[in-house]
C-alpha cells in the first residue's frame, strides 16, 4: 500500500457526460501529478500541482481540468468524454524536496475509466 | 522534451536466470530515474530509483546502472522468481522549481519468468 488512494475504483459513464476522480495524497506530500495509462499510449503525465498551485502541465486536453484543494486531496474532472477517454488514470504524489530519497512518486491504485 | 525509450518489450526468462532492460532516455537534464513495477489490476510501484551523481545501486536481487553520457540506465534482476513477472517501467524526470519534475516514462517491459 503506498499510502496514496483514489476514488472511485472503477468508472463507466457514457459519451458527453463529465466524471470527477479523487486523490488523497501520502500524508505530509505536497505534490500531486495526474497520470493516464493507456494501451497504445503508455503512462503519460497530465498535469502537476504543488501545495494547490498548478505547476507544470503534459498532454492533458482542454476538456480535462485538475485542482488540489488546501487539505492537498486533488481532483481531475473530465468533461464531454468521448470513448478515447476510456484510461486508467493514476494520481502519484511526492514531498517538497528533491534530497535524496524525497523525490520519490508514489502511485495510488488508479481509477479505471469505460466510455461507452 | 524528453523521450524515454524502453527495450525489450517482452523478456520471457527461466526461474533463476537474470533479467536486464535497458532504457535510453535524450534529455542530458534529466537528473532522476526511477524504475517500477507494476502488477496486473494494481498501480506502478517504485522497485528502485538512482540519481545522476551515482553510477549504480543495488538492493538485494534488483540494481540499477547508470550511464550519464550515453545517456542510458538498465535495470538488473539476478535469481529471478515467478513473483517477478510483472510490466517494469523506466522513467526519467528534471528538477523543476525546487520539487521533482513529472516522469517521463518508457512503454514498459512485460517480463515472465518460468517456473
Known amino acids: 500500500d503506498s499510502g496514496v488512494t483514489q476514488t472511485p475504483k472503477h468508472l463507466i459513464t457514457a459519451t458527453g457526460q463529465r466524471v470527477t476522480l479523487r486523490c488523497s495524497p501520502r500524508?505530509?506530500?505536497?505534490?500531486v501529478y495526474w497520470y493516464q495509462q493507456s494501451l497504445d499510449q503508455g503512462l503519460q503525465f497530465l498535469i502537476q500541482y504543488y501545495n494547490g498551485e498548478e505547476r507544470a502541465k503534459g498532454n492533458i486536453l482542454e476538456r480535462f481540468s485538475a485542482q488540489q484543494f488546501p487539505d492537498l486531496h486533488s481532483e481531475l474532472n473530465l468533461s464531454s468524454l468521448e470513448l478515447g477517454d476510456s484510461a486508467l488514470y493514476f494520481c502519484?504524489?511526492?514531498?517538497?524536496?528533491?534530497?535524496?530519497?524525497?523525490?520519490?512518486?508514489?502511485f495510488g491504485p488508479g481509477t479505471r475509466l469505460l466510455v461507452l | 522534451g524528453e523521450n524515454v525509450e524502453q527495450h525489450p518489450s517482452t523478456l520471457s526468462v527461466q526461474e533463476g536466470d537474470s533479467a536486464v532492460i535497458k532504457c535510453t532516455y535524450s534529455d542530458s537534464a534529466s537528473n532522476y530515474f526511477p524504475w517500477y513495477k507494476q502488477e496486473l489490476g494494481k498501480g506502478p510501484q517504485l522497485i528502485i530509483d538512482i540519481r545522476s551523481n551515482v553510477g549504480e545501486k543495488k538492493d538485494q536481487r534488483i540494481a540499477v546502472t547508470l550511464n550519464k553520457t550515453a545517456k542510458h540506465f538498465s535495470l538488473h534482476i539476478t535469481e529471478t522468481q515467478p513473483e517477478d513477472s510483472a510490466v517494469y517501467f523506466c522513467?526519467?524526470?528534471?528538477?523543476?522549481?525546487?520539487?521533482?519534475?513529472?516522469?517521463?516514462f518508457g512503454k514498459g517491459t512485460k517480463l515472465s519468468v518460468k517456473p
Open positions: 502519484a504524489s511526492s514531498p517538497h524536496a528533491i534530497q535524496g530519497g524525497q523525490e520519490t512518486q508514489y
Open positions: 500524508s505530509g506530500d505536497l505534490s
Open positions: 522513467a526519467a524526470s528534471k528538477d523543476y522549481g525546487g520539487s521533482q519534475g513529472n516522469l517521463i
